[in-house]
């Protein structure tokens, strides 16, 4: 099933949901969720949220289990970018309105052999082999100017394999898509 396309309305509910299950968070409050009606919002979707500071990566958590509507997993997602990423120290009060916030709304994983089907900057990749996994969102491919090999090599070293890992017969390679916004292009 194709997922609906968000409505600038729903990216906006989307993204204050994010900013606002942090902010509570970081007060130590309880986050009550909006009654939502939309049935975009309701769908059950995987998702990714990610942090940046002055332009710089600040945090991104994401799932693609879609037992939840999406935006439940944006909530919580946005909290466990904020707080759990263990790349990063957890977001201080400080640093929260320097804060700009990017969701990532996924449509389902899907398994491919065929690796040209891999559009760069319309896909993300997911790459699967024993206990090591990685994923990279498809903008990040667009951001650093990647082809499809640089993109496929660098979702490997995420995964902590060696890059060419996805030539490996064991390896499983997942593609996926995302509509993909953030407080910067979804401004009133």
């Given at each position: 099933?194709?997922?609906?396309?968000?409505?600038s309305?729903?990216?906006?509910?989307?993204l204050?949901?994010?900013?606002?299950?942090?902010?509570?968070?970081?007060?130590?409050?309880?986050?009550?969720?909006?009654?939502?009606?939309?049935?975009?919002?309701?769908?059950h979707r995987?998702?990714?949220?990610?942090?940046?500071?002055?332009?710089?990566?600040?945090?991104?958590?994401?799932?693609?289990?879609?037992?939840?509507?999406l935006?439940?997993?944006?909530?919580?997602?946005?909290?466990?970018?904020?707080?759990?990423?263990p790349?990063?120290?957890?977001?201080?009060?400080?640093e929260?309105?320097?804060?700009?916030?990017?969701?990532?709304?996924?449509?389902?994983?899907?398994?491919?052999?065929?690796?040209?089907?891999?559009?760069?900057?319309?896909?993300?990749?997911?790459?699967?082999?024993?206990?090591?996994?990685?994923?990279?969102?498809?903008?990040?491919a667009?951001?650093?100017?990647?082809?499809?090999?640089?993109?496929?090599?660098?979702?490997?070293?995420?995964?902590?394999?060696?890059?060419?890992?996805?030539?490996?017969?064991?390896?499983?390679?997942?593609?996926?898509?995302?509509?993909?916004?953030?407080?910067?292009?979804?401004?009133?």
């Open positions: 099933m194709e997922s609906g396309k968000l409505s309305r729903e990216r906006q509910v989307l204050k949901i994010a900013r606002e299950s942090i902010k509570r968070e970081l007060e130590g409050l309880p986050f009550t969720l909006p009654r939502v009606t939309d049935l975009n919002l309701l769908e995987g998702a990714f949220v990610t942090l940046h500071r002055h332009g710089q990566l600040r945090g991104c958590i994401g799932t693609f289990i879609a037992d939840r509507p935006y439940e997993i944006v909530g919580d997602m946005a909290i466990s970018a904020a707080f759990n990423d790349r990063f120290r957890p977001l201080s009060p400080s929260l309105d320097e804060i700009d916030l990017e969701v990532s709304a996924l449509t389902p994983l899907r398994e491919t052999t065929d690796l040209d089907e891999i559009q760069v900057g319309i896909h993300g990749i997911y790459i699967v082999n024993g206990p090591y996994r990685g994923v990279l969102l498809p903008q990040v667009t951001e650093y100017g990647w082809d499809r090999y640089t993109f496929l090599d660098q979702t490997c070293i995420k995964a902590g394999m060696a890059p060419g890992c996805w030539k490996d017969p064991n390896t499983k390679v997942y593609i996926f898509s995302a509509e993909v916004f953030g407080e910067k292009t979804e401004k009133d």
